[in-house]
T-cell receptor, first 111, second 113 residues
Framework: GEDVEQSLFLSVREGDSSVINCTYTDSSSTYLYWYKQEPGAGLQLLTYIFSNMDMKQDQRLTVLLNKKDKHLSLRIADTQTGDSAIYFCGISSGGYNKLIFGAGTRLAVHP | EAEVAQSPRYKITEKSQAVAFWCDPISGHATLYWYRQILGQGPELLVQFQDESVVDDSQLPKDRFSAERLKGVDSTLKIQPAELGDSAMYLC???????????FGSGTRLTVV
């Protein structure tokens, strides 16, 4: 079945850029998402990209998709302490486009 | 902004007891999902509904878990009997159509003792 891998932890200084990476196995995935989860809360949709796109920018967020390498990344510009959370990539898979998630990347922002 | 409503927010139950969770998706969203998130892991899909029909329950432990969405609106997920390993966050999500952005509820945190 579909497998989604993420690095578990990222630490950045406030004001720097953060880059969170995700690799996946299903080359037929149509929709690729980034979600943010704060402690004790549900998942908040940040942004998404369709498989026919290479890049999408939304304010401080930039999503890059390399379909050849099955690699998805999320760049957060000017990272703030409020960006500290766990970030999940979600990859659509199967005939009903269910979302398969990675284990999440914990982003820690320090002064 | 429209939200996915879930209740209860927290639930503590003894093993071998029955427990149920409720989800009310965003109005008009045809697709509803139940996910389980074990601490430190990503969410895992348990069941997906399209209107009132189950379209994917391949990861649902059917010997103890059941889910229904009788009128194609709100949904209930039940566990009977609960086991210690069922302790997790149960997340409900809905989408207007398959593949559009999923909106998640705040989840129900279940602790089985």
């Amino acid at each position: 079945g579909e497998d989604v891998e993420q690095s578990l932890f990222l630490s950045v200084r406030e004001g720097d850029s953060s880059v969170i990476n995700c690799t996946y196995t299903d080359s037929s995935s149509t929709y690729l998402y980034w979600y943010k989860q704060e402690p004790g809360a549900g998942l908040q949709l940040l942004t998404y990209i369709f498989s026919n796109m290479d890049m999408k920018q939304d304010q401080r967020l930039t999503v890059l998709l390399n379909k050849k390498d099955k690699h998805l990344s999320l760049r957060i510009a000017d990272t703030q302490t409020g960006d500290s959370a766990i970030y999940f990539c979600g990859i659509s898979s199967g005939g009903y486009n269910k979302l398969i998630f990675g284990a999440g990347t914990r982003l820690a922002v320090h002064p | 902004e429209a939200e996915v409503a879930q209740s209860p927010r927290y639930k503590i139950t003894e093993k071998s007891q029955a427990v149920a969770f409720w989800c009310d998706p965003i109005s008009g969203h045809a697709t509803l999902y139940w996910y389980r998130q074990i601490l430190g892991q990503g969410p895992e899909l348990l069941v997906q509904f399209q209107d009132e029909s189950v379209v994917d329950d391949s990861q649902l432990p059917k010997d103890r878990f059941s889910a229904e969405r009788l009128k194609g609106v709100d949904s209930t997920l039940k566990i009977q009997p609960a086991e210690l390993g069922d302790s997790a966050m149960y997340l409900c999500a809905s989408s207007e159509r398959q593949g559009s952005g999923y909106t998640f509820g705040s989840g129900t945190r279940l602790t089985v003792v």
